[in-house]
């Protein structure tokens, strides 16, 4: 098992940029897959990126293709989310998660363990 702590969330406005983290413990961070899920109000949940277990490889949901970065430190058990040009339509809660799944065959379905979220507000 392995735990996750998001933290960085926070109000910005358009246009402007967050970093998120997930700091993991419990099971050696090497052996998942990580990946960042959001959910808005009124909707249900949806995946937003994936990396690999060595980080080598990395899966982005369109909507943030080319705004959003994800990458991990594997010395500091950590995964990172650099957000950019925000968009009022990205507010939601940011979730971090775990599969031991390798990241080709996890899909947004099969990951395993959950962060409790952090929330990000873009005002218009």
């Known amino acids: 098992q392995v735990q996750l702590v998001e933290s960085g969330g926070g109000l910005v406005q358009a246009g402007g940029s967050l970093r998120l983290s997930c700091a993991a413990s419990?099971?050696?961070?090497?052996?998942?897959?990580m990946g960042w899920f959001r959910q808005a109000p009124g909707k249900e949940r949806e995946f937003v990126v994936g990396?690999?277990?060595?980080?080598?490889?990395?899966n982005y949901a369109d909507s943030v293709k080319g705004r959003f970065i994800i990458s991990r430190d594997s010395a500091g058990n950590t995964v990172y989310l650099q957000m950019n040009s925000l968009k009022p339509e990205d507010t939601a809660v940011y979730y971090c998660?775990?599969?031991?799944?390798?990241?080709?065959?996890?899909?947004?379905?099969?990951?395993?363990?959950w962060g409790q979220g952090t929330q990000v507000t873009v005002a218009s």
């Open positions: 998660a775990a599969t031991r799944l390798p990241l080709g065959l996890a899909g947004p379905g099969r990951y395993d363990y």
């Open positions: 990396i690999s277990r060595s980080g080598g490889r990395t």
């Open positions: 419990g099971d050696p961070f090497s052996s998942y897959a």
